[in-house]
């Protein structure tokens, strides 16, 4: 990825600038962090809406409200529930016998010098990108949001060297809270220990593929009452991985912890987590991506697992085309 870009002084202030990265013309906030809260918008030429808070706290799916991937909330909660609501990353980095725990966008002094934060929205609105620089670590973690019509909301990760020496990565990345299909806004608010109760999250072992689904829907009526749809995450551009479907082992892997794969995980609110190990060469990066839908039938469950066996580097070719 290029960039053109001034150097940054550990002492500056929060700036703006126009910059080129991934081919496209991108406006950059540098030490966003710096600033209060703020909310964005992603728009979409197809049926996507996602509502993001500059904290990385986000709302998110398709049509409407009703068919949420990610809880719909007012700015002031999605702001507050970063922690608990999107993205989350932990990296434990090896460097000679140095091992360091570093977790991206976690809460941290904004006047801290080994860290720097910017955000890039390009042009068109329809990318947004957020980055952090542990510069201690000699590491860049980037995740770009971006829509595909076929595939859903994509969150695709840059993990750069930009150290003279190789480096090992133990990694955890991925998205919590996602919501199975039926969870409307009214069950969101006024029933949630109820509805997480009803949530089965799925693993197919295969291919990787995530289904976050109901194992009813709720009713008080004695009557035949099943949730034939369901939200679907994958990924690719990573190998080797091992995939949680909820944040149950989240705590443990922080305390560097092996962690096991989780198949079929009932009564939890749903998480598509990855695990996996990277070496890292200097000045080389590595890139993989998360791929979320809602609002799908067996039909287009059972087409994405015939997608999903072809190799990893068609599947990426697909995602990348299509957006």
Request: glycine share 6%; charged share 25%; aromatic share 8%.
């Amino acid at each position: 990825m290029s960039e053109t870009r001034n150097a940054i002084k550990e002492d500056a202030a929060t700036q703006g600038e126009y910059v080129d990265l991934l081919g496209e013309q991108y406006y950059c906030i540098r030490h966003y962090d710096r600033m209060p809260p703020f909310f964005m918008s992603i728009i979409s030429s197809a049926d996507h809406w996602l509502f993001i808070s500059s904290t990385g706290g986000l709302t998110a799916g398709r049509i409407n409200a009703e068919s949420a991937l990610f809880p719909y909330y007012t700015d002031d909660k999605v702001a507050e529930n970063y922690v608990n609501t999107g993205p989350v990353a932990c990296l434990f980095v090896q460097r000679g016998d140095t091992t360091t725990r570093w977790e991206p966008f976690a809460r941290h002094l904004p006047d801290d010098p080994a860290i720097e934060r910017n955000l890039y929205k390009n042009v068109a609105g329809d990318k947004l990108i957020f980055e952090e620089i542990n510069h201690t670590l000699g590491l860049r973690y980037r995740y770009a949001w971006r829509t595909s019509d076929r595939f859903g909301l994509v969150r695709t990760v840059w993990l750069e060297n930009r150290g003279d020496e190789a480096c090992h990565v133990r990694l955890l990345d991925g998205v919590r809270n996602v919501l199975p299909y039926g969870a409307t806004t009214a069950l969101q608010t006024t029933m949630s220990n109820l509805l997480n109760a009803y949530k089965r999250n799925e693993l197919d072992p295969a291919t990787g593929l995530g289904i976050f689904a109901l194992s009813a829907t709720l009713t008080d009526r004695a009557e035949p009452s099943e949730s034939l749809k369901a939200s679907v995450v994958w990924q690719v551009g990573l190998e080797n991985v091992k995939h949680l479907l909820s944040t149950q082992q989240l705590e443990a892997f922080r305390r560097g912890e092996a962690v096991t794969e989780e198949t079929d995980v009932k009564g939890q609110r749903g998480a598509y987590l990855i695990c996996a190990d990277l070496m890292l060469a200097p000045g080389t990066a590595q890139q993989w991506s998360l791929v979320a839908d809602v609002n799908q039938d067996h039909s287009q469950v059972g087409t994405l697992l015939r997608i999903l066996r072809a190799d990893d580097q068609k599947i990426a070719d697909l995602v990348e085309a299509d957006i």
